[in-house]
């Protein structure tokens, strides 16, 4: 298992944290999502490390942006 932690921003409350763990977890291999809206971050514990481009494109499905990897 891994554990990728990424920055995103745009978010406020509790709905943007429930609408990007509902895109992201609808990748391959993801066992768990955690979102900290306070801090901007998202992270994700998969089977195998996750193509960043693929967690980006899901964030942004949800409407907020990927910043980048921590």
Same mark, same amino acid.
């Given at each position: 298992?891994? *554990?990728?932690?990424?920055? /995103? *921003?745009?978010?406020? @409350? $509790?709905? @943007?944290? +429930? &609408?990007?763990?509902? *895109?992201?977890?609808? /990748?391959?291999?993801?066992?768990? !999502?955690? !979102? #900290? !809206? &306070?801090? +901007?971050?998202?992270?994700? #514990? $998969?089977?195998? &490390?996750?193509?960043? $481009?693929? =967690?980006?494109? $899901? =964030?942004? *499905?949800?409407?907020?942006?990927? !910043?980048?990897?921590?």
């Amino acid at each position: 298992m891994t *554990e990728q932690t990424y920055t /995103i *921003e745009g978010m406020t @409350c $509790a709905h @943007c944290a +429930g &609408a990007v763990s509902r *895109e992201v977890r609808k /990748i391959d291999g993801v066992n768990d !999502v955690r !979102v #900290d !809206v &306070a801090a +901007g971050v998202l992270t994700v #514990d $998969a089977a195998a &490390a996750l193509s960043d $481009a693929d =967690v980006a494109a $899901a =964030v942004d *499905e949800a409407g907020y942006t990927l !910043v980048g990897a921590r």
